[in-house]
């Protein structure tokens, strides 16, 4: 069955630095979504991506991060300079098109630990 | 703004017995989806179950079934003859009728299924 598929499992990087994750969603669909969980909180949502733009975003979502689909089959959500609070598991999904029935998968997401 | 409210952090349950995971939400809106995912140690959250808020029937898939209870805004999640692989994190989530885009969760019910 197909997944979602996410690298790396875990990232830790410094504050300030730039990060990129990385997602591969499901072969034909054509909807985006990032998330992201911080520990012992709820399961935020970022930002959806559909046709190369953004369709909506939350306010989390600031000019410190960036999505991308750079190649017709990654997905990737960039933080240009990481702050602590950043640190999360971030969760990448998609699904397949219009319809209402079109549920999101989600991938197994990315631990960013920020030092 | 949507909300989703789940008042069990932690659930526990005896091997072959049923549990019910409490869920109410709330919303302006009159066209939206209810879900309950799953999210197992391995991380990777996956749909148990699915209701309209348009259909008065309940939904049901194998062991689980869901209580919905529109005007109470209130959608409760039955697991029945629990299983030791039952064991999760359930979170019930929200989704508007009227985007495609973003789910709303809940934080979350950590289930635990005692042998």
């Known amino acids: 069955e197909p997944e979602v598929t996410q690298t790396p499992s875990h990232q830790v990087t410094q504050m300030g630095q730039e990060v990129i994750l990385r997602c591969v969603p499901i072969?034909?669909?054509?909807?985006f979504y990032w998330y992201r969980q911080i520990l012992g909180q709820k399961v935020e949502f970022l930002v959806s991506f559909y046709n190369n733009e953004i369709s909506e975003k939350s306010e989390i979502f600031d000019d410190q991060f960036s999505v991308e689909r750079p190649d017709g089959s990654n997905f990737t959500l960039k933080i240009r300079s990481t702050k602590l609070e950043d640190s999360a598991m971030y969760f990448c999904?998609?699904?397949?098109?219009?319809?209402?029935?079109?549920?999101?998968?989600f991938g197994p997401g990315t631990r960013l630990t920020v030092l | 703004a949507q909300t989703v409210t789940q008042s069990q952090p932690e659930m526990s349950v005896q091997e072959a017995e049923t549990v019910t995971l409490s869920c109410t939400y709330d919303?302006?809106?009159?066209?939206?989806?209810l879900f309950w995912y799953k999210q197992p140690p391995s991380r990777q959250m996956i749909l148990v179950i699915r209701?309209?808020?348009?259909?008065?029937q309940n939904a049901t898939e194998n062991r689980f079934s869901v209580n919905f209870q529109k005007a109470a805004k209130s959608f409760s999640l039955k697991i029945s003859d629990s299983q030791l692989g039952d064991a999760a994190m359930y979170f019930c989530a929200y989704r508007s009728g009227t985007s495609y885009d973003k789910v709303i969760f809940g934080p979350g019910t950590s289930l635990s299924v005692i042998p």
């Open positions: 919303t302006s809106e009159s066209d939206y989806y």
């Open positions: 072969s034909n669909h054509l909807y």
């Open positions: 999904a998609s699904r397949p098109g219009q319809g209402l029935y079109n549920e999101q998968f």
């Open positions: 209701q309209e808020a348009y259909k008065q």
